[in-house]
């Protein structure tokens, strides 16, 4: 979590907790306001926290919080600390699905590439954690994806779902480095998709690799948000 005189990014986990932490590194701000001090961060500290006793949470147990003060020389180093803790998601599709998806996983500990064949279905902004690809033929970007990429297809045309999906079987028996490949739709398409992908020399062990329909289970709602939050969960439990 990140604590500015006026502003919090992120979280600790909420509670009397952050709160005290809040307060302590606020008073550590105060102690470095001076001009000298100004050139350099505030003192780096740890703070130890019995939840029980001294926060009065039901929890107990001890919490140690490191103190670290930063400056604008050290934002270089926390975005990439950032973004190597941020999980690989790619999102193929622009539709109403795909642009609900990405104001959920807009807030969530992802890197996300966003392609589509059409360039102009990307919106003006989008999410820090979100890069948007222009692709065509669109499946050629599977290729450059990251290893241990997540993969979601939900494209506005069948046949380009079904192009992704065969780039993504290939790289995976290849590589075997994308560990979630996602096909939206019914039990039906899916269906059909094995079908057409047997006829391009894929079989069982591939069909294994795809999770089709998306979403966790239980979840019967078909507006666009909905989806959104039942895909991005089955992520997190990805």
Same mark, same amino acid.
């Given at each position: 979590?990140?604590?500015?005189?006026?502003?919090?990014?992120?979280?600790?986990?909420?509670?009397?907790?952050?709160?005290?932490?809040?307060?302590?590194?606020?008073?550590?701000?105060?102690?470095?306001?001076?001009?000298?001090?100004?050139?350099?961060?505030?003192?780096?500290?740890?703070?130890?926290?019995?939840?029980?006793?001294?926060?009065?949470?039901?929890?107990? =147990?001890?919490? &140690? +919080?490191?103190?670290?003060?930063?400056? *604008?020389? /050290? $934002?270089?180093? @926390?975005? !990439?600390?950032?973004?190597?803790?941020?999980?690989?998601?790619?999102?193929?599709?622009?539709?109403?699905?795909?642009?609900?998806?990405?104001?959920?996983?807009?807030?969530?500990?992802?890197?996300?590439?966003?392609?589509?064949?059409?360039?102009?279905?990307?919106?003006?902004?989008?999410?820090?954690?979100?890069?948007?690809?222009?692709?065509?033929?669109?499946?050629?970007?599977?290729?450059?994806?990251?290893? =241990?990429?997540? &993969? +979601?297809?939900?494209?506005?045309?069948? *046949?380009? /779902? $079904?192009?992704? @999906?065969? !780039?993504?079987?290939?790289?995976?028996?290849?590589?075997?480095?994308?560990?979630?490949?996602?096909?939206?739709?019914?039990?039906?398409?899916?269906?059909?998709?094995?079908?057409?992908?047997?006829?391009?020399?894929?079989?069982?062990?591939?069909?294994?690799?795809?999770?089709?329909?998306?979403?966790?289970?239980?979840?019967?709602?078909?507006?666009?948000?909905?989806?959104?939050?039942?895909?991005?969960?089955?992520?997190?439990?990805?």
């Amino acid at each position: 979590m990140a604590v500015t005189a006026n502003a919090i990014v992120g979280t600790v986990g909420g509670g009397h907790l952050e709160h005290e932490a809040i307060r302590l590194a606020r008073a550590a701000l105060a102690g470095s306001t001076s001009a000298e001090a100004t050139l350099s961060a505030p003192v780096s500290f740890e703070h130890r926290y019995a939840l029980g006793p001294s926060l009065g949470q039901c929890c107990g =147990g001890v919490v &140690v +919080l490191g103190f670290e003060g930063i400056t *604008a020389s /050290d $934002l270089p180093r @926390l975005q !990439a600390q950032t973004k190597a803790h941020a999980q690989a998601v790619a999102l193929f599709g622009g539709g109403h699905v795909g642009k609900a998806l990405i104001e959920v996983l807009g807030r969530l500990p992802m890197s996300v590439l966003w392609v589509d064949s059409r360039d102009e279905i990307f919106p003006d902004q989008v999410p820090a954690n979100v890069r948007c690809e222009h692709s065509d033929p669109v499946q050629q970007a599977v290729w450059d994806l990251p290893a =241990g990429c997540h &993969v +979601l297809m939900m494209s506005f045309s069948h *046949a380009e /779902d $079904l192009d992704i @999906l065969a !780039a993504c079987l290939q790289r995976a028996r290849q590589q075997q480095d994308l560990p979630y490949i996602g096909l939206i739709g019914s039990e039906t398409k899916w269906a059909t998709f094995r079908h057409r992908l047997e006829a391009k020399g894929f079989g069982p062990t591939d069909f294994d690799r795809v999770t089709c329909p998306i979403g966790v289970p239980g979840i019967a709602g078909k507006q666009p948000e909905v989806i959104a939050v039942a895909v991005a969960a089955q992520l997190l439990q990805a």
